[in-house]
């Protein structure tokens, strides 16, 4: 079956769960899964170690080592995941030149017992060819470093080529990273490089590069002899070199796996530029790298990259090695190589995986993750032999249930429970007496007062979220009447128990009179005593008022909770008409905030009729900062603006424009 190496720039360690099939599970378990993999090395993971859970560090089966940014947030870092019935790393390190420290301790890698040591630092004189600093070089999370008795693997995601500030730090990361590799091997280990290095080696690894030619007006010598270029083919074996070789650098000393199982392949592509759309045309560039020493060429048998699996810019690639692999004394089984002494034997498993195996650099060991496990597997283990001892619930009272329900009822009803003594009335409609407060002054309470206690909380806190507020609760108590609201309000009261009846009445003039409302109990009569007096009050000067009155269920009489001296004498449908002259026109108010916050209409494109794209200008410059329409469709595999055909036609229209013609 082989030992699969799988390398993947995930543009943030969440990023591909937002795509399938990352997205059906999860799970970092399931998507190495889903990649075969046994070693697993993600770069750009883009998080800080306070922001790490323990679903990234405590999967089962799986060990991890990580490599964060000490300053800057959000930005670059490198994890190297290994499957623990496979592998288990016998060193491990963070960064290319040994000067950070390992974790809990105060002495840098490279200060480190030899025993301790991967080894292969820059010298003192290759730290000095490098303008940036070796701990700046370090500081942003870009290598993790593992060693097995096979070989020592370097996971890494080297600076990209933005602008012209980031150079010195480019070029400086790459010579002390070259120097790092040649020291290794000069030292008799082997190595892997695997990771973003953020470098096309060849013509057949960029797509269109003549138009890159053109637009830095370069030649295809000098296009090839960029200082980053130049180094990256120096490593390489088949590496195109112009002129002689960079003394130090003579001998070319890595492979080029996946390129070499498909020499003459076009199109091998692992990055595509996301903001023009550029992977469904297959306009992208191949950066991203498995290489390994020349002398293990012949351990592989197979590499490849795996365009389909979406979730990033980039797409994973992989090399799997042989169960059986040459070495100078002999065949060897690779599991007996990935693994410490007498963990293997000819591909046997001779111990289990241990906590003594775990390396100090392991994410395992965390402080915040140390001695912890995921919950996953706290819900995994088998259940006790021993069976449980039932608890019986426990019981409460007659007493306590009663009082607890009292409580309740009177919550619902809207009367407040600690008046319960002075308003509730027994059987024969007397009241009963409060009670005194001596009785609960020497310090004991009854046993009633405890779970009633509890059961008012959760009542009070109940009937307060149930209680309507006035103002507006949401948008769409802005497109709501004024009628609606009232109608509202008054079926709320009647629930309750009692009858609020509100109508609009006018300033009383001489000949009129309040009729008595005790024909109804809890309403007023509203009705005028004669028509000639109804005709009398409405020419008269009006004055908008409120008049209620309040009947409680079980007494006769009503008690007005307002005063006023007017007479009301509105008809139905005059109130009905008045309330209609406030009501928000719902149409005209959607259409209005439709309006506000509709997208504006996009132009067609000129070859497709399809509607366009707008996107913002930032490159620096007098149009910085402008929007603009062009075609929606992704770009062709020539890089350029093609026309009658599928791909991006020329479609070109600034917003301000377009904003300005007639669509």
């Known amino acids: 079956m082989g030992f699969r190496l799988t390398t993947w720039n995930v543009n943030g360690i969440r990023n591909p769960f937002g795509h399938p099939p990352w997205r059906d599970q999860r799970t970092f378990a399931a998507m190495f899964d889903i990649l075969e993999a046994d070693i697993v090395v993600l770069q750009e993971t883009k998080i800080q170690r306070k922001d790490l859970k323990d679903d990234m560090v405590l999967i089962p089966g799986w060990d991890c080592y990580w490599s ?5 947030k959000g930005y670059s870092g490198v994890v190297i995941y290994t499957r623990q019935s496979k592998c288990a790393p016998i060193r491990a390190e963070e960064g290319i030149t040994g000067v950070l420290c390992s974790p809990n301790s105060s002495t840098s890698f490279r200060d480190l017992p030899e025993e301790h040591q991967i080894g292969g630092y820059p010298t003192c004189t290759q730290l000095a060819s490098s ?3 070796a701990t700046s070089i370090d500081s942003e999370g870009r290598c993790v470093i593992l060693e097995f008795a096979a070989f020592v693997l370097l996971g890494v995601y080297c600076p990209a080529n933005r602008d ?10 790459l010579t002390l990273l070259d120097a790092r590799i040649r020291n290794l091997e000069s030292v008799g280990k082997r ?17 269109n590069p003549e138009a890159s030619m053109r637009k830095s007006c370069l030649t295809a010598d000098e296009w090839i002899s960029t200082p980053s270029r130049r180094l990256f083919n120096h490593l390489l074996v088949d590496g195109q070199i112009v002129g002689e070789r960079d003394k130090g650098r003579e001998r070319s000393i890595l492979w080029d796996i996946c390129r070499g199982f498909h020499p003459s392949r076009t199109g091998m592509f692992t990055c595509w530029e996301q903001k023009v759309n550029a992977r469904p045309g297959n306009h992208g560039s191949r950066i991203d790298y498995v290489l390994c020493s020349s002398a293990m ?15 990033s810019d980039h797409c994973p690639v992989y090399a799997i090695v042989k169960d059986q692999v040459p070495l100078s004394e002999g065949q060897a089984h690779f599991l007996d190589l990935m693994n410490p002494a007498g963990m293997f034997l000819e591909g046997q498993r001779q111990r289990m995986y241990s906590t003594k195996d775990i390396l100090p650099l392991s994410g395992r060991l965390i402080p915040e993750f140390d001695g912890r496990r995921s919950i996953r597997d706290m819900f995994a283990r ?6 449980a001892t039932a608890i019986a619930p426990p019981t409460s009272s007659p007493t306590e249930t009663a009082s607890s329900f009292n409580a309740v009822t009177m919550m619902s009803t809207g009367i407040n429970p600690h008046t ?12 009963t007496s409060a009670k005194s407060t001596s009785d609960t002054s020497s310090g004991k309470r009854a046993a009633t007062d405890l779970p009633t206690s509890r059961s008012l909380k959760r009542s009070q806190s109940g009937s307060t979220a149930a209680t309507p507020t006035k103002g507006q609760q949401s948008l769409k108590g802005f497109f709501k009447s004024e009628a609606t609201t009232r109608d509202a309000g008054t079926r709320t009261d009647l629930e309750n128990g009692y009858t609020v009846k509100s109508v609009t009445s006018i300033k009383s003039s001489p000949g009129t009179s309040l009729q008595s409302s005790t024909d109804v109990p809890g309403c007023i009569n509203t009705r005028p005593q004669s028509n000639s007096n109804r005709a009398g009050s409405i020419s008269g000067n009006t004055h908008a008022a409120a008049t209620s009155s309040l009947t409680i269920p079980g007494t006769s009489t009503a008690s007005p909770l307002y005063h006023s001296d007017a007479v009301p004498t509105s008809t139905p449908r005059q109130i009905r008409t008045q309330t209609e002259s406030q009501v928000h026109d719902q149409v005209a108010s959607a259409e209005s905030w439709s309006k506000l916050f509709a997208r504006p209409v996009a132009p067609r494109c000129e070859s497709h009729n399809e509607p366009c794209i707008s996107l913002l200008t930032k490159k620096s410059g007098m149009n910085c900062g402008r929007s603009f329409w062009m075609c929606p469709r992704p770009l062709g595999p020539s890089g350029a603006k093609e026309k009658n055909t599928q791909w991006r036609c020329q479609t070109f229209i600034w917003c301000s424009d377009w904003n300005s013609m007639n669509p």
Not at 68 to 72: A, C, I, Q, S, T
Not at 297 to 311: A, H, P, R, T, V
């Open 68 to 72: 964060l940014p000490r300053h800057k």
């Open 131 to 133: 303008v940036i600093d």
């Open 164 to 173: 012209e500030t980031r150079d010195d730090f480019r070029i400086g990361f």
């Open 191 to 207: 190595v892997i490089l695997t990771g973003d290095l953020n470098i096309s080696g060849s013509l057949l690894d960029s797509a």
């Open 297 to 311: 060429k012949d351990w592989f048998y197979d590499s490849n990259i795996q365009e389909g699996l979406m979730g």
């Open 382 to 387: 088998k259940p006790s032999t021993f069976a």
């Open 420 to 431: 319960k003594a002075i308003i509730h009335a027994n059987d024969k409609g007397q009241p």
